[in-house]
Nanobody, 121 residues
Framework: QVQLVESGGGLVQPGGTLRLSCAAS????????MGWYRQTPGKQRELVAD???????NYAGAVKGRFTVSRENAKNTVYLQMNSLKPEDTAVYYC???????????????WGQGTQVTVSS
């Protein structure tokens, strides 16, 4: 069974930094893209950033230049370094990964449980 576990959320002042981590575990054959989404009450979940297994990245316009997504393939882990945080970055952040598990054929989408990020003075 495949599982994604996130960590690193919390409360930070405007202009501050946070680093989120998401580790995939279980019977994993291969991982393709990994990434981060966020959601606020009453709104749809939106892409923040993602990264392919080869290291190509993609960012939402609102975070470009402030956030950096990276991954350690040997640890099945993806990170989100968030700098110059703004109150509008406040949301629940979710990790997503395209994983080929040992019990299925093909890649499936897996989600973490979400971690709260609050930017406030």
């Amino acid at each position: 069974q495949v599982q994604l576990v996130e960590s690193g959320g919390g409360l930070v002042q405007p202009g501050g930094t946070l680093r989120l981590s998401c580790a995939a575990s279980g019977s994993i054959v291969s991982i393709a893209a990994m990434g981060w989404y966020r959601q606020t009450p009453g709104k749809q979940r939106e892409l923040v950033a993602d990264i392919t297994s080869g290291g190509s990245t993609n960012y939402a316009g609102a975070v470009k230049g402030r956030f950096t997504v990276s991954r350690e393939n040997a640890k099945n882990t993806v990170y989100l370094q968030m700098n110059s945080l703004k109150p509008e970055d406040t949301a629940v952040y979710y990790c997503k990964a395209q994983i080929w598990g040992a019990t299925i054929t093909g890649f499936g989408d897996y989600w973490g449980q979400g971690t709260q990020v609050t930017v406030s003075s």
